[in-house]
């Protein structure tokens, strides 16, 4: 028996990545971080901004996304995600933009306990990278 | 008749006419081929989103306490129309049907008693509707400074709508667009999306067990939201394909004609010019005779 299945990530403008040898990804979901494998229990969850890891025969691959949804039903793993970045050819500039839209988001007085939450996230994994 | 010089004129300010509209028709065409394309890549997005909503609200079982987007306030009172329309012009009937069909749309509305609030997209939108639904209108969205439409425009929109939806501004929000179906034919549609219609129940997805997390509750009411944003980006890529389409038939049949009358002065310049050498000829001859 293979241990893999495959992976479709689409954003709203075109199907962002698509493979068929996936071994193990890890997405940033809201309550946690949450491993996927083959044979995985069908799961809908949605994902805070952080790094999604991609472990396949090819190799290993992250990928920075802002928010999603997942959904994985036998054995086909989809993310909707509107705005995600390859770690790899990411581009500094970018980061930093995302980053000071955060912050200002943050500085606003009304805003509740989640977007609060979620822009902390943000910045975070963004230093991180950064 | 008119002169030779008018009538000469008039052939060169016609052919000139018929260069831009000649252009127009490349550049719509060329940007139809990318309109076209994203489009048709926009759709797994939204289909995906679709599938996972209605497998969600399969799941929910609790239907009073669903979230107010996709059961409604419960009243049918206030209605929101958003109404997608081009930036710019000389796109034939394209942006003429979408009004067409909101005005009808409208007058249902306002026979029944109801309060009407519209949102315009694009100034063409607004230029059509300012006149007699002035009053009605309570956003006007514009996107000419972006070149190509992308997400966060429509999320734009679609915080917009939530917004007024959250402070109960509205009951029911339905969108107009116009839809691709080819360059020459674009279907005008009209589409609710608060509260969501989930009739169209696909069977495939059926009464499967999913896992959750956080609650199904919690996950709806952070989806509907970015649903409706979807929705929206969808109508708004179906919209620019469609514009290209529209503007490319129409400038290809501006070409046409302008080919024609072209052809038409050019006859009737000929002729004239041709009676203009015989009555000169008469003179001479008659000139000569009579010597």
């Known amino acids: ?130 | 008749m008119a002169s030779l010089d008018d009538l000469k004129k008039r052939i060169s300010s016609v052919k000139s006419t018929q260069k831009i509209t000649k252009a127009m028709k490349m550049v719509a065409a060329a940007k139809l081929r990318r309109a076209q394309e994203s489009a048709e890549k926009g759709r797994p997005y939204s289909d995906k989103m679709n599938n996972i909503i209605i497998n969600l609200s399969n799941g929910i079982s609790d239907i009073d306490n669903a979230p107010k987007l996709l059961s409604g306030t419960g009243e049918d009172k206030v209605h929101l129309c958003v109404v997608m329309t081009s930036d710019r012009g000389l796109c034939g009937g394209f942006n003429t049907n979408i009004i067409k069909k909101a005005k009808l749309y409208f007058q249902k509305i306002l026979d029944e008693g109801k309060t009407l609030k519209i949102i315009t997209v694009g100034t063409k939108g607004y230029d059509q509707l300012k006149r007699l639904y002035g009053d009605n209108i309570i956003e006007r969205i514009s996107f000419k400074d972006s070149k190509n439409v992308n997400y966060f425009d429509a999320d734009k929109v679609g915080k917009i709508v939530i917004e007024k939806f959250d402070k109960k501004e509205f009951d029911v929000c339905a969108i107009f667009y116009n839809q691709f179906k080819n360059v020459i034919t674009q279907i005008p549609q009209e589409q609710q999306i608060i509260p969501l219609k989930t009739s169209e129940k696909e069977e495939n997805s059926s009464e499967d067990n999913y896992e959750f997390e956080p609650e199904e509750d919690e996950i709806l009411s952070n989806l509907l939201p970015k649903n409706i944003s979807t929705q929206i980006f969808k109508a708004m890529l179906e919209n620019s394909a469609s514009e290209q389409g529209s503007r490319m038939s129409a400038m290809d049949n501006a070409t046409r004609n302008a080919g024609e009358m072209v052809d038409k002065l050019t006859i009737e310049y000929n002729r004239s010019r041709q009676a203009a050498i015989t009555k000169e000829l008469i003179e001479i001859i008659s000139g000569a005779e009579s010597l």
């Open chain 1, 1 to 130: 028996m293979s241990e893999e299945y495959s992976l479709e990530i689409v954003n709203p403008e075109k199907s962002f990545l698509s493979k068929n040898d996936v071994t193990e990804v890890v997405v940033p979901a809201f309550e946690g971080e949450i491993g996927i494998l083959k044979d995985h229990i069908s799961i809908i969850s949605f994902l805070k901004p952080g790094i999604i890891k991609i472990f396949s025969k090819s190799g290993e691959e992250s990928f920075y996304v802002n928010d999603g949804i997942i959904e994985f039903k036998d054995n086909n793993l989809s993310i909707l995600t509107s705005l995600i970045l390859n770690l790899k050819d990411i581009d500094k500039e970018k980061i930093t933009e995302i980053q000071k839209s955060a912050e200002e988001e943050l500085n606003k007085s009304d805003i509740n306990d989640q977007e609060k939450y979620l822009l902390d996230q943000k910045l975070e994994v963004l230093k991180s990278i950064n």
